[in-house]
Nanobody, 120 residues
Framework: QVQLVESGGGLVQAGGSLRLSCVASGTILSINAMGWYRQAPGMQRELVATVSSGGNTNYADSVKGRFTISRDNTKNTVYLQMNSLKPEDTAVYYC??????????????WGQGTQVTISS
């Protein structure tokens, strides 16, 4: 059984910062790509950022230059540093990860989400 647990969400004013964390736990053989997605009310879930096992990163245009994704492979953890936050960043943020638990067959797992609210 694998679990992804996010933390670090909250309410901040526009221009502020938050750091999200997501820890993967369970019987894990290996973790490939990890990422952050977000879903605002009435909207589809959208990509925020991803990071490969080798550290290559990819960002949505809307967050480039403001958000930084990173990972600590020794802790099975992915982070999202969010700076210069805007009201339009308000959403539930979800992490995901491609995880192999046996036979090196990778499956995609999701966390439960953490609420980020930015006040103007």
């Amino acid at each position: 059984q694998v679990q992804l647990v996010e933390s670090g969400g909250g309410l901040v004013q526009a221009g502020g910062s938050l750091r999200l964390s997501c820890v993967a736990s369970g019987t894990i053989l290996s973790i490939n790509a990890m990422g952050w997605y977000r879903q605002a009310p009435g909207m589809q879930r959208e990509l925020v950022a991803t990071v490969s096992s080798g550290g290559n990163t990819n960002y949505a245009d809307s967050v480039k230059g403001r958000f930084t994704i990173s990972r600590d492979n020794t802790k099975n953890t992915v982070y999202l540093q969010m700076n210069s936050l805007k009201p339009e960043d308000t959403a539930v943020y979800y992490c995901n990860a491609q995880i192999a638990i046996r036979n090196w067959s990778f499956q995609l797992y999701w966390g439960q989400g953490t609420q980020v609210t930015i006040s103007s």
